[in-house]
C-alpha cells in the first residue's frame, strides 16, 4: 500500500528566504506527483504536476523536482513572501493514474 | 481553466438525515472524486466514478454512496447523517491523457452534524 510522508511538518521562515519542503513515497510505481497547495478552509489549488517520465517542472518562483527511484519529491520555493503561506501537499497516483494518495502536509508560515 | 464547484461552502444538518453533496465540473473530465479531510487523519478518498453511472469505492466508503447520473455531475449521499460524518468533503475532478492525470479540486464543503 504506497505512504506518502512529507517533512517537515510545519516551517517557519522570513521572507525572502529559499525554502524546500519534502516528499517521499513508498511504492515507485507512480503515474503523477502532484503538488498541492491548501488555504485555511479552502480546496487545494494544483501548483505542479511531474510526470513519472519527468525529472522537474517549474512554474514563476516554483520548482518540484522527482526521483522516482527513491521515492523522492522536492519542492523548491525562491524568494519566498507572505503570502505563500499556506499547507502545501503532495500526492501520488497509482501506476495507471486514477486514485491519489496524500501526504499529511507542510504547514508554511512567510514572516514579514 | 477548469472549474468543479459544490453545491454548498457550510452544511449543518441533524444526525439521521439525508445529505445530498452535489458536484460539478465543466471541463467533460471522465473520473471524479469524493474525498473527506480531517485533522490529524489528511485527505481520504470516499468515492470515485471514472464514466457516467460507474463508481468505484475508495478507502472508506462506509456510510456513503454515490451517483452519476451526467457526466459533469457526481453526487455524495449520506443515507443516515452521524456525528462521525462531521468534516470538509472535497470534490475534484481528472482527464488521463498524455501521460497526464492531474486532478482539479473544488471549494470543499464544511459539513457539521448535530
Known amino acids: 500500500k504506497q505512504e506518502v510522508t512529507q517533512i517537515p511538518a510545519a516551517l517557519s521562515v522570513p521572507e525572502g528566504e529559499n525554502l524546500v519542503l519534502n516528499c517521499s513515497f513508498t511504492d515507485s510505481a507512480i503515474y503523477n506527483l502532484q503538488w498541492f497547495r491548501q488555504d485555511p478552509g479552502k480546496g487545494l489549488t494544483s501548483l505542479l504536476l511531474?510526470?513519472?517520465?519527468?525529472r522537474e517542472q517549474t512554474s514563476g518562483r516554483l520548482n518540484a523536482s522527482l526521483d522516482k527511484s527513491s521515492g523522492r519529491s522536492t519542492l523548491y520555493i525562491a524568494a519566498s513572501q507572505p503570502g505563500d503561506s499556506a499547507t502545501y501537499l503532495c500526492a501520488v497516483t497509482g501506476e495507471y493514474g486514477n486514485k491519489l494518495v496524500f501526504g499529511a502536509g507542510t504547514i508554511l508560515r512567510v514572516k514579514s | 481553466d477548469v472549474k468543479v464547484t459544490q453545491s454548498s461552502r457550510y452544511l449543518v444538518k441533524r444526525t439521521g438525515e439525508k445529505v445530498f453533496l452535489e458536484c460539478v465540473q465543466d471541463?467533460?473530465?471522465?473520473?471524479m472524486f469524493w474525498y473527506r479531510q480531517d485533522p490529524g487523519l489528511g485527505l481520504r478518498l470516499i468515492y470515485f466514478s471514472y464514466d457516467v453511472k460507474m463508481k468505484e469505492k475508495g478507502d472508506i466508503p462506509e456510510g456513503y454512496s454515490v451517483s452519476r447520473e451526467k457526466k459533469e455531475r457526481f453526487s455524495l449521499i449520506l443515507e443516515s447523517a452521524s456525528t462521525n460524518q462531521t468534516s470538509m468533503y472535497l470534490c475534484?475532478?481528472?482527464?488521463?491523457?498524455?501521460?497526464?492525470?492531474?486532478?482539479?479540486f473544488g471549494p470543499g464543503t464544511r459539513l457539521t452534524v448535530t
Open positions: 511531474i510526470q513519472s517520465s519527468q
Open positions: 471541463m467533460d473530465h471522465e473520473n
Open positions: 475534484a475532478s481528472s482527464l488521463i491523457a498524455g501521460g497526464r492525470d492531474e486532478q482539479y
